[in-house]
């Protein structure tokens, strides 16, 4: 699985509000419906937001995995804003989040949002991703740095 397989450089930004968690969330949906990726912003806000409510998708090393499935979505799709300053996400370590890493999975294909979850967290345990994507610039450069550090653990 390749991450940037699933994340279209039109879903990569670096310039979203910083804010709580729902506001980001917010914000976060509302850049996708403006770039075309989803129509129905409330429904799927709904969605992240309710799983966020079973526990928060804020991991360790300052990266969040929010998701949901959703009837709109085709195929499973990845979105992925970076904040320079850090949020607060209630994360396990309690550290700030710097990268949040939207998937968006099908209602149909619940297994290949389970398997990018589990890719990333291999990633996040076995590489220094998150450290590298807080520095990237540019679309282009998230995805050198997803494929460079995806090569050494497959």
Partial sequence: MKICGLLE????????KPGDKESVLKNFVGALKARGLISD?????????????????GLERGIAVPHTLSDEMKQASLALAVFQEGIEFDAMDQMPT?????????????????KV????????KETDIIEKLKTAASPSEVCCIFEEEEAKII
């Fill in 117 to 124: 979850l589990a890719h990333v967290c291999r990633l996040v």
């Fill in 9 to 16: 450089k039109d879903h990569i930004f670096f310039d979203l």
């Fill in 98 to 114: 710097f990268v949040l890493l939207m998937i968006l999975g099908n209602n149909d294909d619940p297994g290949t949002q389970l």
């Fill in 41 to 57: 912003e409330e429904k799927l806000l709904e969605g992240l937001m309710k799983r966020e409510s079973l526990g928060s998708t």
